[in-house]
């Protein structure tokens, strides 16, 4: 396929910047990660305590450095910041001259603070200024779960000029405050007199868990017919996109405000909307379900490997973002009739996003110990 009729390249032309959901070392030293940047327009790297579980595990590219590492005396969890660290450096240098050439709109890798401390404001903060600080690169991210505790943290890591990519989003009026959380530290950071020009930061919107669990309530309705059971079949599967239509709408509204275009004299960029949890969980609907509809503006979209190899292959990119938004919001307005309570449920996939990054997290430092002691 020649690269001007890649569907992944053509995404660039309707605003949207295409991250992999995705870091494992031979990719990187391997070429891999460079031949992407090249061939399908890459621009960007996230990754989480599971993508590195799986790596380190599924992998013998770590064997010998955490051997090293563990007779050095360094702690599992030390052990896994150095690997972690030294990967994410590594991704960064190659996505450096994205970085440059996009004046700091793209090119960033993402590293999350530990998962443990996701309900912990003050060592959030503290984690994320000594990974920011040993990263020493300009185009990362620190990951920062969208939880209450993680709200003021934004807040003063944007005003510190470190880049934020908030994680584990699920509900609109979680937005809202994370989106004034930023704004409200590029105030702070002007109001100091420093330079807001180059504070990064994504708002990253989980989808495909929002119709995984809203899903099995409509089709039991859908099997029990009547008049809800045909609501509830126009409504099934539609929940996610609805989502996320609605919070670029708020998106615009945000960074449309008078309060933000103040900040733009001073070459303030737009928090973008970044879409997360794009892999297909259902194999009834499309494998590019959370791609095709979500083109526009403003806005990233991480793809896990799978994801990204079936829209190269037949992705058809359009920008769909803006149009049906009032059909989105009536899919949403449905809810109640339903006997579903949105915000019920996105805070539940809240606290459950934070227990499936824990489990990697603590599997994973129970395997270093293990690998430690047979050192």
């Keep these: 396929m020649g690269m001007d009729k890649n569907p992944l390249m053509r995404l660039e032309e309707f605003g949207q910047s295409v991250w992999l959901d995705y870091i494992r070392r031979d990719l990187i030293t391997g070429g891999g990660l460079n031949r992407m940047i090249i061939e399908d327009g890459l621009k960007g790297m996230t990754s989480n305590p599971a993508i590195f579980e799986k790596a380190i595990l599924e992998s013998r590219d770590y064997d010998v450095d955490i051997k090293n590492l563990s007779l050095n005396g360094m702690s599992p969890k030390a052990v896994f910041e150095e690997l972690s660290l030294h990967d994410v450096r590594l991704a960064a240098d190659e996505f450096r001259p994205v970085y440059d050439r996009t004046l700091g709109k793209d090119g960033y890798v993402s590293l999350e603070v530990n998962p443990h401390l996701a309900h912990d404001t003050k060592n959030t903060v ?29 807040k003063q890591l944007t005003a510190e000029g470190i880049n934020v990519n908030i994680t584990l989003l699920f509900g609109l009026p979680r937005y809202r405050q994370i989106a004034r959380a930023y704004i409200d530290g590029l105030e702070e950071r002007l109001g100091k007199g ?13 989808l495909s868990r929002i119709d995984t669990l809203v899903d099995p309530d409509l089709d039991k309705l859908i099997a029990l017919g009547g008049s809800k059971g045909a609501l509830a079949r126009l409504v099934n599967g539609q929940v996610a996109i609805a989502s996320a239509k609605t919070a670029y709408m708020i998106f615009r509204e945000m960074f449309g405000s008078e ?24 194999p009834l609907y499309s494998d590019v379900k959370y791609v095709e509809p979500l083109i526009g503006p403003d806005t990233v979209n991480t793809l896990p490997m799978e994801t990204m190899q079936a829209y190269r292959d037949h992705g058809n990119p359009k920008p769909r973002l803006e149009q049906d938004t009032k059909q989105a919001q009536w899919v949403l307005e449905q809810l109640p009739e339903l006997g579903i309570n949105i915000d019920q449920v996105t805070k539940r996939l809240e606290v459950e996003g934070v227990e499936k990054f824990n489990k990697p997290y603590d599997k994973l430092m129970a395997t270093i110990t293990e690998m430690s002691r047979r050192a």
């Design 259 to 282: 309060q933000f275009i103040k900040l733009t004299a001073f070459g303030a960029p737009v928090q973008r909307v970044l879409w997360a949890s794009t892999g297909t969980k259902n």
């Design 194 to 206: 420093l330079e807001i020009r180059n504070v990064a930061s994504v708002a990253s919107f989980f």
């Design 126 to 154: 503290e984690e994320a200024r000594r990974l920011w600080g040993a990263l020493d690169r300009p185009n990362v991210f620190i990951k920062v779960p969208a939880t209450d505790e993680g709200l003021p943290a934004i």
